[in-house]
């Protein structure tokens, strides 16, 4: 297909960081992953834009379920939500869903049936969470009740997009290399929810204050704690070990990826760097939330250009050589 301007352009400013992942991937897989990233980067976008009441984002996540399903075919307007945006890309988005939605047609009918269900899943997490914190805030904090809670969230919008691109790229890539395709699913499940939950992590003190707590209330009442506590940074003591069991459970999803990313062929180098990237800022960023006062408001951990294009440009040519490359994901 020709690359559309919105899979390149739009794509660029409303990720950076992914696009640098886009450009990447071979060919034959970089125009459906695009486009089921700026499709599901749609739906955050309307699931996010707090100015407008939860009841119209849900009704706005179902129409566009219902349009993308082919249960109605009336197109989308979205201008109320796109006048809301303060990115620039992101009122874009908005406004071009329909062209976006359009593009779906000119994949294969296999592949245009992966990018819906992965993006159903991806809205079943989005809808369920803006049901679940409907009515948070800072001085009422919702927070989910277990680990399975967090787990299933986890999946829902990041483990399934490891399963989808799995399928993408034994479809389109290797189709006949011999691979526990059991396991690869697997880890590539584990790889989504991994990068996921580092960004929970990470984001901790802005979810918060916007009266969201994705740590499990049955973990906080087993450390005596309430999710009120975690607005003040001098309760980092009691939630340290809370958190850093949570970090640890970050790094082993990230090292099944790792291992799902070196069980992919060796010949497919460019599929293999676009997933060793994230790992790798995530372990990096996971490092940076041991030494901070995750609790502290004012702290944002994130890891600078510099350091990701280190690592960019590390992983080309230490490709070629096994020790070097295993050596870059850290034991813990």
């Not at 779906?104 to 969470?129: A, C, K």
């Not at 460019?270 to 901070?292: D, F, M, N, S, Y």
Request: with cysteine; hydrophobic share 40%.
């Amino acid at each position: 297909m020709a690359t559309s301007p919105l899979l390149t352009d739009l794509l660029e400013q409303v990720s950076r960081s992914f696009y640098k992942t886009m450009r990447i991937l071979p060919p034959a897989i970089r125009p459906q992953i695009s486009l089921a990233y700026l499709l599901a980067r749609t739906t955050d976008t309307i699931a996010d834009t707090q100015i407008v009441p939860v009841d119209k984002r849900l009704q706005a996540l179902r129409a566009f379920r219902e349009r993308l399903s082919g249960k109605n075919s009336q197109p989308l307007n979205f201008g109320e939500l796109a006048k809301n945006q303060g990115s620039p890309g992101e009122r874009v988005l908005l406004e071009r869903n329909e062209e976006a939605l359009a593009l779906l047609n000119e994949f294969s009918p296999e592949d245009q049936q992966r990018i819906r269900e992965v993006l159903s899943t991806i809205l079943s997490g989005q809808e369920l969470d803006l049901i679940r914190f409907s009515h948070a805030a800072e001085s009422r904090i919702l927070t989910l009740q277990t680990e399975g809670e967090l787990d299933g969230y986890t999946y829902r919008v990041a483990g399934c997009v490891g399963e989808f691109w799995t399928k993408m790229c034994r479809t389109h890539l290797f189709p006949t290399a011999p691979l526990n395709d059991n396991l690869l699913i697997q880890n590539s499940v584990r790889f989504g929810k991994g990068l996921q939950l580092v960004n929970i992590l990470r984001d901790l003190p802005s979810d918060l204050r916007q009266g969201r707590c994705y740590i499990p209330r049955e973990k906080l009442v087993a450390a005596s704690l309430k999710p009120e506590d975690l607005l003040d940074p001098a309760n980092i003591s009691r939630f340290r070990p809370v958190y850093d069991a949570l970090l640890n459970q970050a790094h082993s999803n990230l090292r099944a990826g790792w291992d799902y990313t070196n069980a992919l062929p060796q010949k497919q180098m460019r599929v293999r760097i676009a997933c060793a990237l994230p790992i790798l800022i995530g372990v990096r960023t996971l490092q940076q939330l041991r030494k901070e006062n995750v609790l502290e408001p004012s702290r944002r951990i994130k890891i600078g250009r510099g350091e990701v294009r280190s690592i960019f440009f590390g992983l080309f040519w230490k490709h070629y050589f096994p020790a070097r490359w295993n050596a870059q994901f850290p034991h813990s």
